[in-house]
């Protein structure tokens, strides 16, 4: 049974908050499947969005969210792979065009009509949620929905970055903001890559959480006294990470991660803080042959294999839930920095 109206968190202006009341249930067009979204992951994305943060409009009124783990209750009539009982994930890529040269190399990411899960088209804080079915996440039978939703956009994302650094089994990676909702998961994925990792972020808590998660090292940005030095300390030759995660929200360690790169290195950019830019020597770019590269979410591909890593019982990062209607209770902490991994929001709450 399919009802005709569920309780969302709408966002009704840019700059928030969100209201949380009753909206109208959508039906799934001829290519479209509709997921009884049980649990979804909160992203900074989603605070981005609603703070309209980047040089990308959203739809207005919107419900946001993108990592919505649930059960499929309806498909359209060209949907032939996936029918109501299925479990199925929403990502931040909804749809794309299927077509256009990117798309027909699985690079969909880059496609340039893309539909956007809490940004361009309603996402995954509501009920129910519609999704292209070429693009939906398809879940195990059996699986924990609360457990595996963050891997639906900060899991596939720092897997898809992990590969993009080009880092292999042994090598060592720093993850910047490692503590954070995509760090704790990196960290989770760099351990079942068997790839050292040394953990930037800020504060105790973070701290122990990054130590619980197998971290080599911890630097904490808040109180080191020379960052870039510490963090090449903690390499056994000294001479620095093989490659790096950019996942804070700040742009200082966008101009500071070049400086302690190995030579050779790679620094993967993958959060978006606001209004920043990337900034560093080109002497040394140059003389000590960095590689610096962006990585934006990944391909279904990509999401296949993310879950698997989850299935597999590999992933096991560290996440809070709460009830959907404390959306803002949870962005007040993410914009003050204050959560240690993830928060899942419980869509019946
Ligand atoms: O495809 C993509 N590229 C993609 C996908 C998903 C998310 C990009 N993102 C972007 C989000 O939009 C956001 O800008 O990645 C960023 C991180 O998202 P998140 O992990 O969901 O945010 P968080 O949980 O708030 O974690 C951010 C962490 O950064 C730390 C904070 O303490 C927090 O733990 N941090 C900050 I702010 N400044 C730091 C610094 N100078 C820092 N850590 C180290 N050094
Ligand atoms: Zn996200
Ligand atoms: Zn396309």
């Not at 040269?101 to 361009?120: F, H, I, K, V, W």
């Not at 994302?157 to 990676?173: A, D, F, N, W």
């Not at 400086?259 to 790679?266: D, H, K, L, N, S």
Request: net charge neutral.
């Amino acid at each position: 049974h399919i009802p005709s109206e569920q309780w969302a968190m709408v966002v009704e202006k840019t700059g928030g908050p969100c209201v949380y009341k009753k909206i109208p249930v959508a039906k799934p067009g001829p290519d479209e499947v509709l997921i009884n979204i049980k649990y979804s992951g909160v992203c900074h994305t989603d605070l981005h969005a609603m703070m309209g943060d980047w040089p990308l409009a959203t739809k207005m009124p919107l419900v946001g969210g993108h990592e919505g783990a649930g059960v499929i209750v309806a498909v359209g009539e060209l949907v032939t792979d996936l029918k109501p009982g299925d479990l199925a994930g929403l990502k931040w890529l909804n749809g794309s065009c299927m077509s256009c040269g990117y798309c027909r190399q699985a690079d969909e990411p880059l496609c340039g009509e893309p539909l956007l899960s809490g940004y361009t088209v309603d996402g995954t804080f509501q009920q129910y949620a519609i999704g292209k079915a070429a693009h939906v996440a398809r879940i195990p039978q059996g699986t924990d929905l609360q457990a595996v939703a963050p891997v639906l956009c900060a899991g596939i994302t720092v897997y898809k970055g992990l590969k993009e650094s080009g880092i292999c089994p042994g090598q060592t990676i720093a993850i910047v903001g490692a503590g954070g909702g995509l760090g704790s998961l990196a960290l989770q994925y760099a351990k079942a890559m068997g790839i050292h990792a040394i953990a930037i972020d800020g504060g105790a808590e973070k701290g122990q959480l990054c130590k619980e998660s197998g971290a080599v090292a911890y630097v904490d940005f808040m109180s080191s006294k020379n960052l870039v030095q510490e963090v090449k300390n903690a390499t056994s030759d000294g001479l620095g990470p093989h490659a790096v995660l950019l996942l804070a929200v700040s742009e200082k360690p966008f101009q500071q991660a070049t400086e302690y790169v190995r030579a050779r290195g790679t620094v993967v950019c993958i959060g978006l803080p606001a209004n920043a830019f990337l900034k560093a020597s080109v002497f040394d770019t140059v003389t000590r042959m960095i590689n610096i590269k962006g990585s934006y979410v990944g391909n279904r591909q990509d999401t296949a294999e993310a879950i698997d890593f989850f299935s597999r019982g590999l992933i096991n990062a560290p996440f809070k839930v709460i009830g959907l209607s404390k959306l803002n209770e949870v962005y007040e902490m993410m914009h003050k920095g204050q959560i240690a991994g993830r928060y899942v929001v419980d869509t019946s709450q």
